[in-house]
Nanobody, 113 residues
Framework: QVQLVESGGGLVQPGGSLRLSCAASGLVKINNMAWFRQAPGKQRELVAVLTNGFSTNYADSVKGRFTISRDNAKTTVYLQMNGLKPEDTAVYYC????????WGQGTQVTVSS
């Protein structure tokens, strides 16, 4: 019943910006959500976490560049990505760390070098 749909990815130049969206249908609460990414040949990496609706944590590799936020009315979680680097290239996914819902298709972010 829970469906997670990621969008907003694309091809950008180094230093560019993107805002990813995660539409969480079937959920009434998006207080605890996270963004993950997986690059070719690498394990899935936790990028950003939203806890209790307001507390945030970020991987060291993205601190100061990425921001996780939410829109409660639309049950949508966002990931604002600034100062993108080639190493940010990956498929980005959202999910709830506590529940681990069915994974969505993810959205591809490609930062050229």
């Amino acid at each position: 019943q829970v469906q997670l749909v990621e969008s907003g990815g694309g091809l950008v130049q180094p230093g560019g910006s993107l805002r990813l969206s995660c539409a969480a249908s079937g959920l009434v609460k998006i207080n605890n959500m996270a963004w993950f990414r997986q690059a070719p040949g690498k394990q899935r990496e936790l990028v950003a976490v939203l806890t209790n609706g307001f507390s945030t944590n970020y991987a060291d590799s993205v601190k100061g560049r990425f921001t996780i936020s939410r829109d409660n009315a639309k049950t949508t979680v966002y990931l604002q990505m600034n100062g993108l680097k080639p190493e940010d290239t990956a498929v980005y996914y959202c999910n709830s760390p506590g529940r681990n819902y069915r994974w969505g298709q993810g959205t591809q972010v490609t930062v050229s070098s």
